[in-house]
């Protein structure tokens, strides 16, 4: 069994709260078991960190493969793919329907473990569906969800490796670990202050902001008894300084690890009476309301405090602890029963939905584009398109301006802006990896407004666009249940309207530009050859990019230019990657993301063996950013 954990959050060292440690405990205990673990992991926000930054890394530094994205959500059905998951566990962490969604997405069983009870960071709702298996890592979590959507989770009680946090002494502090407000840190403080004769130490976990450490510090330094100490890895060595553990959270914890690893050691607890802590301290210690009077509070700690008036509490807390950790090749057994039943359960399920697709299939009535066609001039090709007897050109007009609608920005010669949804002004040269167009035929194949057919002929280029009918338009992703027919009324609209403000650039800039329109997936013998073609951000948006490269590359003698979106994480082999999925109908007209080499393979392929890659942003002032992009050359040798 291959279990991949799945978190848009950070990993261990970047961060070192409970979903790590947690998760970091049941990856070694998988492991020990004779299965295996992986995490993928969202990276740290704070650049100076180990790992941060724009690429995906990975490492085994923790004795489990971790790979670390600024995208987990977007890698993940390569990381499943690569490192061969037979079961994905997608855990609590900001968006977390997204991550679920790219989880079903990949096929592979998906378990969903709630380690918290914050419906806000669902980035949706959930319900009960056999495509899940719903894990919980505590009674009351688990009770929560079922309340709040009808759910039924299998309790999976956080793993916790004894020896890592077992000391062979105890201490005189008072120990409180992760100050941020929702862990009491404000109860904290009153303490501290009402009990001056108690040395209390304070540990950071999740990370903090500058400006609220120094707060926090000026707080502790003007009491005298309160130590502040950055995260530590060796938290045995912690608890052997500390003599109770205190919990006031506010926050209704779906858990508390830190109060087995605290019992561990036989340290009482104080902790409030917020969601599982009363179960977990049990007699180990004592809970009261975060609203209880602060000499209540301070009452309660002093007693746990002192050895004799605890004795009792401190053997119950080290039976416990004890037991937890007992527990620990029961509870790995049973998720890896839970996981093996579900793998099972999910593999049944496509093969029937496979095979009930089939049947719907032999049903159908065969499509137009699945019988022979005759043998006349009127053959309809696998578009739909008029066949390949001849492209039909393109008379130019004058629109409005009211009826243009501008994908690029232009400057007019009468000094107007018309803005665009991409700014390729002074970028256009880099756009086309600075090729030199001097004394060339070139075949643009879709122009949208035009900026790069009139940059490529100011350079001295003779320039011929090609456009689709109308009546084909764009290869649009057959989502189920999504109204195609609306959505393609839309494009109809701005598709004419960015047509429009094609020929307005033309007729203004006094253009010589030839547009002609023909099938791009099948090019009649009359169009071309051309000395060089042009496919700048057209193959990301076509069903069948290499078929309409193949098409092209076949009416080019020379040379074929390729500019598409850059994503650096997809790494250096030549791939394609699917973009949509379900739930995103966004992307209705988006098919994929490609790397750079993926079309200096293909272009090899079709002859055209010499090939240079470059790199530069798109400026996307509607969405006030930059692009990463990339543009591949191909060069046939010797034409």
Not at 193 to 216: D, G, I, Y
Not at 331 to 347: E, M, N
Not at 595 to 616: D, I, N, R
């Amino acid at each position: 069994m291959r279990v991949l954990f799945v978190s848009s959050d950070p990993h261990l060292p970047q961060i070192t709260g409970g979903l790590q440690t947690t998760t970091h405990d049941l990856c070694l205990a998988i492991r020990d078991m004779g299965a295996e673990a992986a995490v993928l992991c969202g990276q740290a926000l704070d650049p100076k960190d180990a790992g941060a930054g724009s690429a995906t890394t990975s490492d085994e530094r923790l004795g489990y493969l971790v790979m670390r994205s600024p995208r987990p959500a977007q890698d993940l059905a390569m990381a499943a793919a690569a490192w061969a998951a037979d079961a994905i566990v997608v855990q609590s962490g900001s968006g977390l329907a997204t991550m679920v969604l790219a989880s079903l997405d990949t096929g592979r069983a998906t378990a969903l473990y709630l380690h918290n009870v914050e419906i806000s960071q669902l980035g949706g709702n959930l319900a009960p569906d056999p495509s899940f298996l719903f894990l919980a890592n505590s009674s009351f979590t688990a009770q929560r969800w079922q309340a709040l959507y009808g759910i039924h989770c299998e309790v999976i009680a956080p793993i916790v490796q004894g020896q890592s946090y077992l000391a062979d002494s105890t201490g005189d502090k008072v120990l409180f670990v992760n100050p941020h407000p929702m862990k009491g840190v404000e109860r904290l403080f009153e303490l501290a202050a009402a009990c001056p004769e108690l040395p209390f130490l304070v540990m950071e976990s999740w990370n903090v902001a500058p400006q609220w450490r120094t707060h926090c510090l000026q707080r502790a330094n003007r009491l005298g008894n309160v130590e502040w100490r950055s995260p530590s890895t060796n938290m045995r060595k912690v608890y052997g300084q500390s003599r109770v553990l205190l919990m006031p959270s506010v926050w209704e914890e779906s858990f508390g690890r830190t109060v087995v690893e605290a019992q561990l050691n036989g340290l009482p607890v104080l902790a409030s009476q917020r969601g599982a802590l009363p179960d977990l301290v049990g007699a180990g210690g004592a809970t009261l309301s975060p609203d209880a009077p602060l000499h209540e509070w301070a009452a309660a700690l002093r007693r746990l405090y002192d050895p004799l008036t605890s004795e009792a509490e401190r053997l119950t807390a080290r039976r416990q602890g004890a037991a937890h950790v007992a527990g620990t090749q029961a509870t790995v057994a049973k998720l890896l029963g839970l996981l093996s039943v579900h793998v099972g359960a999910t593999q049944d399920r496509r093969e029937s939905e496979q095979q009930a697709e089939e049947e719907r299939r032999e049903r159908m009535p065969a499509r137009r584009d699945q019988q022979p066609a005759p043998s006349t001039s009127a053959a309809v090709t696998a578009t739909g398109l008029p066949g390949p007897t001849s492209a039909r050109e393109i008379a130019p007009r004058q629109p409005r301006l009211e009826d243009c609608t501008f994908y690029h920005w232009y400057t007019l010669p009468d000094g107007r802006e018309m803005p665009g949804i991409y700014d390729m002004r002074g970028q256009a040269s880099k756009y086309l990896g600075d090729f030199d167009f001097d004394g060339r035929t070139v075949l643009e194949v879709g122009p949208a407004s035009g900026f790069l057919s009139l940059h490529m002929e100011a350079a001295g280029a003779e320039v011929t666009c090609l456009e689709p009918p109308m009546s084909h338009l764009w290869d649009i992703v057959p989502f189920d249940g999504f109204d195609t027919a609306a959505w393609r009324r839309q494009h109809v609209r701005n598709i004419e309207g960015v047509r429009n403000s094609f020929w307005y650039a033309h007729h203004t800039f006094g253009s010589r530009v030839r547009m002609i329109e023909a099938d791009p997936y099948d090019l009649p013998e009359d169009v071309g050859p051309y000395d060089v073609s042009v496919l700048a951000a057209v193959l990301l948006h076509t069903r069948r990019p290499f078929d309409m490269l193949q098409s092209v590359a076949e009416r080019t003698r020379k040379t074929v230019i390729v500019t598409e979106v850059h994503d650096p994480t997809l790494g250096h082999l030549p791939l394609q990657q699917l973009r949509p999925r379900k739930g995103a109908e966004e992307q209705v007209d988006t098919w994929w993301t490609f790397t750079p080499q993926y079309f200096v393979s293909a272009l090899a392929l079709l002859g055209f063996t010499q090939a240079q890659v470059s790199y530069h942003r798109l400026s996307y002032p509607s969405e006030k950013r930059e692009l990463p992009m990339f543009t591949v050359i191909g060069e046939r040798p010797g034409a």
